[in-house]
């Protein structure tokens, strides 16, 4: 008799993890960023089981947003909340490494904050804030300005 495979936690995973699918880049500071990333999760009253950050093409998050969310256009984040429960974050963030590049040219700052001001928005959504009013916006990017204001000293 076949016994199904048994699925066991891998005690290697982190809770957060990064992954390139058609971009590659430096991602500085994985750990510290990890860290900080899990900080803003916790300060919201909701720690991360686990979180995948996808970096990806334009044109890969463009199709990405085609298929599931039946958005034709461009964006710079799509994120995933697979949380079953309201006590610990679980999803995936995929993110376009250019359109976070072009943000970055266009708003004066460097790549490596406006990618964070990006990856705490994810979590943000994943937290439960939300986007699509004017106040809601608002909060949200109140929220991403406090937690950039906590990792100064990597993003410089």
Sequence with gaps: MQFPAIDTPDASRQPIEFFFD????????EAALGEWLMGIALTEGKPIAEVNFIFCSDEQL???NVEFLDHDYYTDIITFDFS???????????ISSERVMDNAREH???????LCRVMAHGV?????YGD???????????????????IKALIG
């Design 62 to 64: 463009r199709h990405i």
């Design 132 to 150: 699509k009013t004017p106040e809601q916006e608002a909060k949200m990017r109140a929220k991403e300005n406090y937690y950039l204001n906590n």
């Design 108 to 114: 004066g700052v460097s790549f490596l904050h406006e």
């Design 84 to 94: 079953d429960d309201e006590a610990a974050m679980r999803g995936e963030i995929y």
């Design 124 to 128: 943000l959504h994943i937290a439960g």
């Design 22 to 29: 058609d971009v590659a880049f430096d991602l500085p500071e």
